[in-house]
């Protein structure tokens, strides 16, 4: 079965500094691989997705992520962080076989200060 | 289109009362799931469902009961409410093959007293 790593559960980060969320992964193969991005009282909106081919994979809001075989990670990125920005980020992973079922890290509660 | 939508939003309960959770989405999407999200636990995973007349167990499906008689709703029952099941609620659906992408409603704030 597959599982999910964040490390980090709160992370500040200053208004226009770059971002960077890891995100590691346990799958006996290649996953798909997801983040998610939640506001205060909000449900869960896709940000970006790795099925295959390139690595680095561009999302929505400016982010990216890259998803490196070698370390089972799939960091979340973003050269320059909005104060609206600030929010709690989900990595995800479904495996290749059986329907759907997605397992969810336990969450990045990022803090953007001025 | 609404997309998911879920209602209650939110929703307070006795010990051992029963009552039941709905959820619907106009996409027609064949995939429909319900999860659970504690603090420092994400979110877990309860029951899901891949058309109509199809249900099957998540991770922590205890105490939760599902049916899908038709494609649009997807509703979750708590037979028995207990302390443990105070959560916030959230129901997502996709379509079955390609994407993956899942679109989730916007939540249940249940607490059980």
């Known amino acids: 079965a597959q599982s999910v790593t964040q490390p980090d559960i709160h992370i500040t980060v200053s208004e226009g500094a770059s971002l960077e969320l890891r995100c590691n992964y346990s799958?006996?193969?290649?996953?798909?691989l997801f983040w998610y991005v939640q506001s205060p009282g909000q449900g869960l909106q896709l940000l970006l997705k790795y099925f295959s081919g390139d690595t680095l994979v561009q999302g929505i809001k400016g982010f990216e992520a890259e998803f490196k075989r070698s370390q089972s990670s799939f960091n979340l990125r973003k050269p320059s962080v909005h104060w609206s920005d600030a929010a709690e980020y989900f990595c995800a992973v479904g495996a290749r076989e059986g329907f759907q079922k997605l397992v969810f890290g336990t969450g990045t509660r990022l803090l953007v200060s001025p | 289109n609404a997309g998911v939508t879920q209602t209650p939003k939110f929703q307070v309960l006795k010990t051992g009362q029963s009552m039941t959770l709905q959820c619907a989405q106009d996409?027609?999407?064949?995939?429909m799931s319900w999860y659970r999200q504690d603090p420092g636990m994400g979110l877990r995973l309860i029951h899901y469902?891949?058309?109509?007349?199809?249900?099957d167990q998540g991770e922590v499906p205890n105490g939760y009961n599902v049916s899908r008689s038709t494609t649009e709703d997807f509703p979750l029952r708590l037979l028995s409410a207990a302390p443990s099941q105070t959560s916030v609620y959230f129901c997502?659906?996709?379509?079955?093959?390609?994407?993956?992408?899942?679109?989730f409603g916007p939540g249940t704030r249940l607490t059980v007293t």
């Open positions: 997502a659906s996709s379509p079955l093959l390609g994407s993956y992408e899942q679109y």
């Open positions: 799958y006996g193969a290649t996953p798909y």
């Open positions: 996409m027609n999407h064949e995939y």
């Open positions: 469902s891949v058309g109509a007349g199809i249900t």
